[in-house]
């Protein structure tokens, strides 16, 4: 699996101490380690929806100036909303860094350093997770220049970064070292760290959630990019889901058959012609897709069907605006 992601900015939602990467090697169980795996996927793959989205979109309907903004003021509040209970550290490392919070410690130096040899040998980069120690282990996944559009940011100098975009980044980084990429380029690596006592809880889906709790799964699950809790509508990542309840409801002119089937197979395998709620799409873009069972799902989407969630403080109002009955 590749991983790949174009923020200029990189993001600590917590500081540690440089690892040691001669530290004494501990055991810790497969399982425990798969699930360092998965939660990391997860993790990475909805930064990469919650900020990668926005990103490419001040970029292509305002400017990379506008983008290089976004990721200065509104990166961090997102990427915290990610952790979902668990003692987290999420970072973004490189060695070509813009903020210089994102410089690498030794061990996510010489995971960089692995990938770039990789590369070079024009081998796949996949995720790793390395134990650090009894209590801690470390998922990391490469992050890669995607496309044209990121080398308004981190291209070559002068011939792929206007003038004012370059003036702004220096002003608001004035020690950047995140130019000089191409397509393709390692930009550095996603840097997460759990607790192994989170992890623990998590071992299973089924020994951390209940799959017959459907709200347990959809706090799990759901909550990280569709909150309940946004103060406005302009601070959303996602829908809430007070609002995807309503449209999928008006599509199934309020059949739960109907409803289940629409939602189960867009959350299964999402893609634009199948997506109900083009607004959404077009400001957010599409939902990846997750790794999650149609048994979870279903749970989920049936829960979603017979109860009436949490939605946000200013929902109702503008759901009345834009939908008047």
């Known amino acids: 699996m590749k991983y790949l992601f174009f923020l200029p900015l990189v993001i600590v939602l917590g500081c540690s101490n440089p690892k040691d990467p001669k530290e004494k090697t501990v055991d810790i169980a497969p399982s425990v380690k798969s699930v360092a795996l998965k939660q990391g996927n997860r993790i990475s793959s909805l930064a990469q929806q ?14 990379p100036e506008a983008a290089v903004e976004f990721c200065n003021l509104t990166a961090y509040p997102i990427l915290d909303s990610l952790k979902t209970g668990m003692e987290v550290k999420i970072k973004r490392a490189s060695l070509k860094m813009r903020n210089p919070n994102n410089t690498p410690d030794p061990v996510e130096e010489k995971i960089i350093r692995s990938y770039q040899e990789q590369l070079s040998k024009k081998e796949d980069l996949e995720p790793v997770v390395q134990v650090l120690s009894k209590n801690e282990l470390l998922y990391a996944a490469p992050i890669r220049t995607k496309n044209k559009m990121c ?47 989170d992890l623990l809880k998590l071992k299973t889906d089924k020994e951390a959630i209940n799959l017959d709790d459907g709200l347990a799964l959809i706090q799990q699950n759901c909550y990280s990019c569709h909150s309940p809790n946004s103060a406005s509508h302009d601070d959303i990542i996602a829908p809430p889901l007070a609002g995807v309840k309503s449209r999928y409801l008006r599509a ?11 939602m189960s197979a867009f959350l299964l395998e999402p893609t634009e012609e199948s997506a109900l709620m083009q607004g959404p799409v077009n400001r957010f873009g599409l939902m990846p897709k997750f790794n999650w069972s149609k048994e979870m799902i279903t749970k989920m989407v049936e829960y979603l069907y017979e109860n009436e969630l949490e939605a946000p403080p200013w929902f109702e109002k503008r759901h009345r605006e834009m939908h008047p009955e």
Request: some cysteine.
């Open 50 to 63: 919650a900020l990668g989205s926005q990103l490419m979109k001040k970029i292509s309907t305002q400017s």
């Open 151 to 197: 080398l308004s940011c981190h291209g070559m100098g002068n011939d792929q970064i206007t003038e004012s975009t370059l003036s702004r980044i220096n002003t608001l980084y004035p020690d950047d070292k995140a130019k000089g990429h191409r397509v393709g380029d390692l930009r550095g690596i996603w840097s997460i760290t759990f607790k192994k006592e």
């Open 252 to 262: 199934a002119d309020g059949d739960q058959a109907t409803f289940v089937a629409q």
